[in-house]
Structures are given as structure tokens and as C-alpha cells.
């Protein structure tokens, strides 16, 4: 977005719902870029059960952010699959693969970084 991209956000606690969705993405994230880009701004999320979320509706709509359509199950449409394939093929030729949860968040976030 913008020519640029934020850090790799990494949710800590498993799962992710909507409350969590709703504070750790929409509000940091979302709105701030709706602000930067006016009402151009068309918001891309996918069916994933935490992005359709009554608290996550409200949000988006309480900050009067268009969402775009989605059609269900169409994961080569979106274009962040690519970027977890990306991320995968990154990892997987590692000499040494991460074993550990921190590992492996310390491994993301540097293929993350050097990401072109």
C-alpha cells in the first residue's frame, strides 16, 4: 500500500477471532490507511471467519471503509497466498528449519524484511 508495506504482524495468541482481528488490524492498520487515502480507499480482506465478524462489520463500517466484494473459496485471487507461498518456498530450503515458535517468527520476519 502506498509503494510501501507495514511490519509482519505475528497474532500471539493462536487463533485468530474477531475482537482480535478487530484490534490488532482493523484499528492499528485498516483505519489509519483509510485516513491516508480518502475515500478512494477500497478495502481487500478475504471470507476468513474473523474478517466476517458482527465487531469487524461494525468497525469497517463504523469508519465508513468499503470492503470489497469476495467471492468465496478463491484463494488464487487474493493476492497475499502468493506472499505465504513466497514466505514458505523462503523457509523450506533453510539449512537449519526453524523448530520453534520464536524461531520460526524470527525466520518470517527476516524473509519478511528481505522480501523484494
Do not use: K
Not at 502506498?2 to 485468530?16: C, E, K, N, Q, Y
Not at 492498520?29 to 478512494?40: H, N, T
Not at 465478524?53 to 502468493?82: F, K, Y
Request: proline share 9%; charged share 25%; aromatic share 8%.
Amino acid at each position: 500500500m502506498l509503494g510501501s508495506r507495514t511490519d509482519l504482524h505475528i497474532f500471539d495468541a493462536g487463533s485468530v477471532n474477531g475482537p482480535l482481528y478487530c484490534n490488532e488490524i482493523l484499528l492499528p492498520y485498516v483505519r489509519l490507511f483509510r485516513g491516508a487515502m480518502g475515500l478512494q480507499f477500497l478495502f481487500m480482506d478475504d471470507n476468513a471467519p474473523c474478517h466476517r465478524t458482527v465487531a469487524a462489520e461494525q468497525l469497517l463500517e463504523s469508519a465508513d471503509i468499503e470492503r470489497m466484494d469476495w467471492p468465496a473459496r478463491s484463494p488464487d485471487l487474493n493476492p497475499i497466498e502468493h506472499v505465504w507461498d513466497f514466505l514458505g518456498r523462503r523457509l523450506a530450503p533453510r539449512t537449519l528449519p526453524p523448530v520453534t515458535i520464536r524461531e520460526l517468527r524470527l525466520a518470517l520476519q527476516d524473509e519478511w524484511a528481505a522480501m523484494p
